[in-house]
C-alpha cells in the first residue's frame, strides 16, 4: 500500500469553472476526511465520510462544494464556480474506524490557484 | 469548541542544538489526545509524535519529546540534537471523539547548517 494519493497535485483554473479532485485512501481505511489548509494557516476540516456515508460537513463547505465517496472505496470533492478564495491545498486522509487518532494518515495534497 | 493555539510563527536552531515549540489549547473535554505533525516542503502531514491525554507520562519518540501540561492545557514538542532534514513547518494538533482533528497555525522550524 502507498498510502494516501491525491490527483492532480496543483491545478490552476479560472474563476467560475468547476474543478474536481480525488482521493484515493488506504484501501483497508473506511473512513475518509478532507481538509482545506490556506497560506500561512493549518488545515481546517471539511467533511468525512466513513464507508460511502458522508457523517459531517464543516459550515466551511458552501454549496458550492460536493463531495462523494461512491463504493466507500475513492473519494471526489467537486467546486463548482470557483472563486478566487477557494485558492488553497486541499488534503485528504485517512483513519480505520478509531477515535485516538491511530493511523491516520495524510495525502499530499491538491494545490489550487484560482485565477 | 476547541481551540489549539501556537504563538511562534517562525523559529531557527542550530544544527546539534535543542528547540522547544510551544502549543496551548482550550477544551472542556476531559479524553482527548494531542499531536505534533511536521510538513515538509513535500506537502504530506507526517506524524511526530502523540500523546493521550490521560496520560501522565511525557511521549518521546527517538530525539522528539513533549511537555504536557494538562491543568495549564500546554504541549510543547522538544527535538534535541536538530538535523537539518527537521525543518519544516510543525502543527500542534487535537483530537477528540469527533474523529477531526483541530490544528494550530503552525510554527516554521528553520535548522541552520
Known amino acids: 500500500d502507498t498510502g494516501v494519493s491525491q490527483d492532480p497535485r496543483h491545478k490552476i483554473t479560472k474563476r467560475g469553472q468547476n ?3 480525488r482521493c484515493d485512501p488506504i484501501s483497508e481505511h473506511n473512513r475518509l476526511y478532507w481538509y482545506r489548509q490556506t497560506l500561512g494557516q493549518g488545515p481546517e476540516f471539511l467533511t468525512y465520510f466513513q464507508n460511502e456515508a458522508q457523517l459531517e460537513k464543516s459550515r466551511l463547505l458552501s454549496d458550492r462544494f460536493s463531495a462523494e465517496r461512491p463504493k466507500g472505496s475513492f473519494s471526489t470533492l467537486e467546486i463548482q464556480r470557483t472563486e478566487q478564495g ?6 485528504c486522509a485517512s483513519s480505520p474506524r478509531s477515535r485516538d487518532g491511530y493511523g491516520y494518515t495524510f495525502g499530499s495534497g491538491t494545490r489550487l490557484t484560482v485565477v | 469548541a476547541q481551540t489549539v493555539t501556537q504563538s511562534q510563527p517562525e523559529m531557527s536552531v542550530q544544527e546539534a542544538e535543542t528547540v522547544t515549540l510551544s502549543c496551548t489549547y482550550d477544551t472542556s473535554e476531559n479524553n482527548y ?3 505534533w505533525y511536521k510538513q515538509p516542503p513535500s506537502r504530506q502531514m507526517i506524524l511526530v509524535i502523540r500523546q493521550e491525554a490521560y496520560k501522565q507520562q511525557n511521549a518521546t519518540e527517538n530525539r522528539f519529546s513533549v511537555n504536557f501540561q494538562k491543568a495549564a492545557k500546554s504541549f510543547s514538542l522538544k527535538i534535541s540534537d536538530s538535523q537539518l532534514g527537521d525543518t519544516a513547518m510543525y502543527f500542534c494538533a487535537y483530537l477528540s471523539g469527533t474523529y477531526k482533528y483541530i490544528f ?3 510554527t516554521r522550524l528553520k535548522v541552520l547548517a
Do not use: N
Open chain 1, 19 to 21: 474543478v474536481t479532485f
Open chain 1, 86 to 91: 477557494d485558492s488553497a491545498m486541499y488534503l
Open chain 2, 33 to 35: 489526545y494531542l499531536f
Open chain 2, 104 to 106: 494550530g497555525t503552525g
